[in-house]
C-alpha cells in the first residue's frame, strides 16, 4: 500500500507541474488525493508469514503410491519439505483505543488463515484434526481458518491411516513402525512450521495472476462410453492453468507465494525407489533457489484425471518442473499483469456427507476369496465393518473449505482426490471474478468422481475405492450435493462445523412473534438424543442413539428425565434401558415403555422402583436392519385407538413374538 501511495503521489507532482499555473490544478489535486483516500480505505492491509522445514525421511521407509511397490525406498532423489504461508490482518495500534477498539482488532487479528503444503501422498483427516485442535489451543485460529494441502507425490512417506489398503505386499512391523515414527515427525514438523510462519509475520501485500504450464494430460482413455485403461486421453477434460499468489514487502521485495496446478504428481512410476518431491515439490526447490529469502508452497488443483504427459523418469520430472518455475517466474517478473487482493480473506468450513453404494453379501463372499490381495482384505473389512456395526458406513465427511478474497477471489479446498469437472462446474457456480479449487486438503480419503463418469465407470469411479477402503463408488447425485454445500459454506450458511453450547444454539434459533423457546435439558443430563416421548407422569423420555454412526460397545439407550424442584428445567436423568442396537423410539406405556431397536419392538418394565428396566421383553419382530436413518419409528396413537408407528425399509413382514401372529 506504501508503494501504490508512493506511485500516487509521483503522478501528482507531476500533473501540478505540467499545471502549476492553471486554475485547473486545486481540482485535479483534489481529485487524485480523494482517488488515493478512496483506493487506502478500501484494501486491508495485512502481515504475512512463511517458513519451510524438512520432512524428508531419515531411514528407509516405504513409499506411497503405487500397489506394486514390495520394498523400502533406496535413498534420497531430492528432500521433502512442509511449507507454511500464514494471512493476517495488520494489528491496529492500540495505544489510543479503548476497550471495544482493543477488543475489536483481537478478533480482526484471530482472523489468521493458514495454509500448509506437504510435499506427501497425503493428509489424514486424524492428523488434520490433531494440528486443528493444537492450533484452536495455542493460538486461537479456529479450524475453518486452517488448510492442510499435500502435494500428492507418488514418491513419498507412505503415512499412517492414509491409503492404509494400497500395497500388495504388506508392511512388516518394523516397516509399521518407521511409518508410524514418520507420521508423528510429520505432524510435529508441520506444527513447528505454523508456529515459525506465525512469528515471521511482516506488512505485506498479495497479488494473483495466471500463466500456463502445458504437460497435464487427461488419462482416462474412453472407448465406446466406457474406461478402457489409463492412456493420454486428447480429447477429454483437462486444466492447464497455473494460477499463482505473490506476496511482497511494502518495498517490493518477494517474500513468498504459493502456485497451483491441475495434475497428479505420478511422473515417477513405481519402479522408482528413491524419495522425491516429483514435479511440485521440485519446483518448489527451484523457486526458492532462484529467490533465496522466499518460500513457495505447491498446491495441487482438480487433478485426479490427469496424469503428467510424458511421465516414467526423474528428468521428466525435472522438466515438469521447469515448466512451472518459467510459468511462476513470468508472473512474478511482471508484477503489472497482476491483479492485487485487496480485502482480507473470510474463511468457512463444513462437510458434505458423500454417500457410498453398498456391495451386496454376495459380492463381499466372491471377494473373500479373489486373486488380489487388495480385493480380498477390503472384503475383510467390510466384513468386520458390518459385524461391528451392523451395517456399512453410510456417508463420509468430506471436508470443504472457502477463502474469500472480497469479489476478486474464492479459493476452494477439498477434501480427496477430486476430477477437474469441480473446477470447471464451480467457475460457473461462485460469483467472484476467480475462482481457484484445490484438491487433496485436509483428509485424502478416496477419489471424487464426477456424475459424468459414473456411466463409464473405471479406476477413478469404483477400483480406486478398494485402496481406501470405501463400501463403493459414491452414490448418483454426489457432484449436485458437493456443488451445493460448496456454495453454502462460502456463503457463511451451515459453514463451520463447530459444535454449538446450548446457550449458542439456543441464541441460533427464530421463531414467529407470539412463541418462544427454552432450554430445558441439554449435555451431559442428555447426550445423542432423536426421539423424545412425555409419560402421563411428567417423566420425560429420550432415545439417545449413542452408537450412531460406526458402533460403540454400550450401543444406544432408553432415559428417563425429571424436573424435581418444578423450575420448569429437567435437572435429574436416569438410564432406563440400555445396550440396544440403534433404537429409534420410545413411548411410555402402563407401568413401562415401548422402545424401536431392530428387529425388534421392546416393552421394558421397571418393577422394582430404582428407575432401571429389569424387565425386557420383545413383543414384536421382523423390523428390517436398514440405515438407522431410515428404520422403524414414529409411535403415534391413532384415532382408532391403537398405537402406530412406520415399518421402516427393508420391513418385510411383522410377527408378534407372544401370538405369532404375521402381518405383511
Keep these: 500500500m ?11 507532482m507531476q500533473v501540478l507541474r505540467v499545471w502549476r499555473n492553471t486554475s485547473v490544478a486545486a481540482a485535479v489535486l483534489w481529485v487524485h488525493l480523494n482517488a488515493l483516500w478512496i483506493s487506502t480505505a478500501a484494501a486491508d492491509e495485512w502481515r504475512i508469514g512463511f517458513a519451510k522445514l524438512d520432512v524428508t525421511p531419515t531411514e528407509p521407509i516405504r513409499l506411497s503410491g503405487y500397489a506394486s511397490r514390495d520394498r523400502v525406498s533406496e535413498g534420497i532423489a531430492d528432500p521433502l519439505s512442509v511449507r507454511v504461508m500464514v494471512l493476517s490482518p495488520a494489528k491496529p495500534p492500540t495505544t489510543t483505543q479503548t476497550a471495544a477498539d482493543r477488543e475489536a482488532s483481537q478478533k480482526l487479528v484471530n482472523r489468521t488463515c493458514v495454509l500448509v503444503s506437504v510435499d506427501g501422498i497425503l493428509v489424514t483427516s486424524r492428523m488434520t484434526v490433531e494440528i486443528a485442535r493444537w492450533l484452536l489451543e495455542q493460538h486461537g485460529i479456529p479450524r475453518s481458518q486452517l488448510v ?6 507418488h514418491a513419498g512417506p507412505h503415512i499412517e491411516f492414509g491409503l492404509d489398503n494400497l500395497f500388495r505386499t504388506p508392511s512388516t512391523p518394523q516397516q509399521q513402525q518407521v511409518i508410524r515414527s514418520y507420521t508423528e515427525r510429520l505432524a510435529s514438523q508441520i506444527r513447528a512450521a505454523i508456529q515459525l510462519a506465525l512469528q515471521q509475520r511482516e506488512p505485506a501485500t498479495v497479488s494473483i495472476g495466471e500463466s500456463s504450464a502445458d504437460f497435464a494430460i487427461n488419462r482416462r482413455v474412453i472407448r465406446d462410453g466406457q474406461w478402457s485403461g489409463f492412456g493420454e486421453q486428447t480429447t477429454g477434460p483437462v486444466d492447464r492453468r497455473l494460477r499463482v499468489l505473490v506476496a511482497r514487502a511494502p518495498s517490493g521485495q518477494l517474500i513468498g507465494g504459493a502456485f497451483m496446478y491441475a495434475c497428479h504428481c505420478t511422473t515417477l512410476g513405481g519402479q522408482f525407489y528413491q524419495v522425491s518431491g516429483d514435479w511440485a515439490g521440485l519446483a518448489a526447490s527451484r523457486l526458492e533457489v532462484l529467490h533465496p529469502d522466499a518460500v513457495f508452497l505447491p498446491v495441487i488443483g482438480c487433478g485426479a ?37 485487496e480485502k482480507f480473506p473470510v474463511a468457512n468450513f463444513g462437510y458434505a456427507g458423500l454417500a457410498p453404494e453398498h456391495p451386496t453379501p454376495e459380492f463381499l463372499e466372491q471377494q473373500l476369496t479373489a486373486e488380489r490381495p487388495n480385493d480380498r482384505r477390503w472384503a475383510e473389512h467390510m466384513r468386520g465393518a458390518r459385524q461391528q456395526m451392523g451395517r456399512l458406513p453410510e456417508t463420509y465427511p468430506m471436508p470443504i473449505h472457502t477463502w474469500q478474497f472480497g469479489s476478486d477471489l474464492t479459493w476452494v479446498f477439498l477434501g480427496g482426490e477430486v476430477v477437474v469437472d469441480y473446477q470447471l462446474q464451480l467457475e460457473k457456480e ?16 478416496a477419489y471424487v468422481a464426477s456424475e459424468a463418469m459414473r456411466s463409464e465407470g473405471g479406476y477413478e469411479v469404483d477400483s480406486s475405492m478398494i485402496y481406501y477402503l470405501q ?52 449435555e451431559p443430563l442428555v447426550q445423542d438424543p432423536i426421539n423424545v416421548a412425555f409419560g402421563a407422569d411428567g417423566r420425560v423420555w429420550v432415545v439417545e442413539m449413542a452408537d450412531y454412526p460406526r458402533g460403540s460397545p454400550g450401543g444406544g439407550r432408553v432415559k428417563w428425565l425429571r424436573d424435581r424442584d418444578g423450575d420448569g428445567r429437567l435437572d435429574e436423568s436416569q438410564v432406563f434401558l440400555d445396550g440396544l442396537s440403534y433404537p429409534t423410539s420410545v413411548f411410555p406405556w402402563r407401568d413401562g415403555a415401548l422402545v424401536i431397536a431392530a428387529p425388534n419392538v421392546i416393552f421394558a418394565a421397571d418393577r422394582d422402583g430404582d428407575g432401571v428396566a429389569e424387565v425386557r421383553e420383545n413383543w414384536l419382530t421382523g423390523i428390517g436392519e436398514a440405515n438407522p436413518q431410515h428404520r422403524a419409528s414414529g409411535f403415534e396413537i391413532g384415532l382408532d385407538g391403537w398405537l402406530h408407528f412406520g415399518a421402516g425399509d427393508d420391513t418385510e413382514q411383522l410377527i408378534s413374538v407372544r401370538t405369532g401372529r404375521k402381518t405383511d
Design 148 to 153: 492442510l494441502s499435500s502435494s500428492h507425490t
Design 430 to 445: 461462485l460469483a467472484t471474478q476467480q475462482t481457484w479449487v484445490a484438491a487433496y486438503c485436509d483428509d485424502v480419503f
Design 305 to 341: 484425471d490427469a496424469n503428467p504427459n510424458p511421465r516414467g523418469s526423474y528428468d521428466l520430472a525435472q522438466s515438469h518442473a521447469a515448466e512451472i518455475v518459467d510459468g511462476v517466474q513470468h508472473i512474478v517478473q511482471t508484477p503489472d499483469e497482476t491483479q492485487p487482493l
Design 2 to 12: 506504501f508503494a501504490t501511495f508512493l506511485r500516487l503521489w509521483a503522478t501528482l
Design 471 to 522: 463400501p463403493g463408488r459414491w452414490q448418483t447425485g454426489t457432484q449436485s450435493l458437493i456443488i451445493r454445500r460448496v456454495t453454502e459454506v462460502a456463503g457463511g450458511r451451515l459453514a463451520d462445523a463447530r459444535p454449538l453450547s446450548a446457550a449458542e444454539g439456543l441464541a441460533s434459533m427464530q421463531v414467529p412473534d407470539g412463541f418462544r423457546i427454552e432450554l430445558v435439558a441439554s
